[in-house]
Structure formats: C-alpha cells, structure tokens
C-alpha cells in the first residue's frame, strides 16, 4: 500500500507562486508514474501535471504549459509542483496520484489508471 500526503497549498495573490509537495511511502517510489490533479468547486477532477519514474519525461495540461513544472525526487520519495503566475482559475483542490504499472518513456497513464491518491490541498488564488 502506497500513502501520499500533499502539502504547500494555501491562498495567494494572482500572479504569485506556490510549490506543492507530495510526500510518498513505499521502497518502489522510483518505479511509479506521478501525476498531479485539480478538482475546482463544482467540476470533475482534472489532469494538470504527470511526470515519468526517472524525471526524464514529463506531460501538462495546455492551460498550465510555460507556468507549471512537475518535477521529483526519487530520493525523497517526493513529487512537486511548482506553480508560478497563478490565475484565480488555478483555485482547486490540488491531488497527487501513484500509478505503479511499468510504462514505456513518454507513455502516461488515464487518470482512471492511477492506482492512488492522496487526500488534496487547497489552492486559492485571489484577485
């Protein structure tokens, strides 16, 4: 059984940064596909951010490109996201997700496929 535990989310001006982590349990943490997610008030979860086992390749959303970067430590068992230019529409419920099935580079899974989930952290941005 894997646990993650995000932190870092908080409230913040529009066009400032904030830096999420999430924290995992488990010795195969360096084999897992990581992903980050975001669920706004009255919306379905949606992908944001997904990075490979070894770092080398990593997936956003169009919306967040150029603003956003996904990043891990093996390490640490750490996955972050650090999030710069914030926009009021960025205000969610920030997930990680662990899926532990084997992919190929450059391969990321469905969200449905993350096998996962941490418990989320509040992202507000204000305007």
């Known amino acids: 059984q894997v646990q993650l535990v995000e932190s870092g989310g908080g409230l913040v001006q529009a066009g400032g940064s904030l830096r999420l982590s999430c924290a995992a349990s488990?010795?195969?943490?360096?084999?897992?596909?990581m992903g980050w997610f975001r669920q706004a008030p009255g919306k379905e979860r949606e992908f944001v951010a997904a990075?490979?086992?070894?770092?080398?390749?990593?997936y956003y959303t169009d919306s967040v490109k150029g603003r956003f970067t996904i990043a891990r430590d093996n390490a640490k068992n750490t996955v972050y996201l650090q999030m710069n230019s914030l926009k009021p529409e960025d205000t969610a419920v920030y997930f990680c997700?662990?899926?532990?099935?084997?992919?190929?580079?450059?391969?990321?899974?469905?969200?449905?496929?993350?096998?996962?989930w941490g418990q989320g952290t509040q992202v507000t941005v204000s305007s």
């Open positions: 997700a662990a899926d532990e099935i084997p992919r190929a580079a450059l391969v990321f899974p469905e969200q449905y496929e993350y096998d996962y």
């Open positions: 488990g010795r195969t943490f360096s084999t897992y596909t």
């Open positions: 990075i490979s086992w070894s770092g080398g390749s990593t």
